[in-house]
């Protein structure tokens, strides 16, 4: 009986210390304004005719690592460690992907494709839905697992009036 409740009390501990580190570590990433792992993030859309994407990290963990979609980090950043404040403040995807179709400051790929918004968020996203992964972020590892998410516009993107 000792030692049952002995487990219960640690387990409890174990508990209670995890929540206090992250609500601390909370803490750093709202400082720098950046949403948390667990937060629905919105991307925005050049499209004429789609509007914006309503993104929800923890739907993703377990297709891919953090920086399949956030290249431009630690190439081992985690949930984790972005919540222990330790790989600096992560841009948007849009602030270099949301410019339109032949900007100059737009990214381009290895291949010399402009990385623009459209073809960024489509080559990561559209092609893991599919399971048919064909550009990949510099850097970033393979994805875990792909194959298994909507692939329609109107599954993902609002539709503009």
């Not at 990385?115 to 489509?122: D, E, F, I, K």
Request: overall charge positive; proline content about 5%; charged content about 25%.
């Amino acid at each position: 009986m000792k030692i049952k409740l002995l487990i219960v009390a640690c387990f409890v501990v174990a508990c209670s210390l995890s929540i206090s580190g992250r609500l601390l570590s909370t803490g750093q990433a709202a400082e720098q304004g950046q949403k948390l792992p667990g937060d629905d993030v919105v991307i925005p859309s050049v499209d004429e005719k789609w509007g914006q994407v309503k993104f929800t990290h923890q739907k993703h963990y377990a297709y891919s690592d953090c920086v399949f979609c956030h290249h431009t980090n630690n190439a081992t950043m985690t949930a984790e460690t972005f919540t222990a404040g330790k790989d600096g403040k992560v841009p948007l995807c849009a602030e270099c992907h949301v410019r339109k179709e032949g900007d100059p400051k737009t990214p381009k790929g290895s291949d010399g494709t402009e990385l623009w918004s459209y073809n960024a968020y489509h080559f990561n996203c559209i092609e893991c839905h599919k399971g048919e992964i064909t550009h990949k972020p510099k850097g970033a590892p393979a994805a875990k697992k792909q194959g298994e998410g909507p692939t329609k516009c109107a599954e993902c993107h609002e539709k503009k009036e």
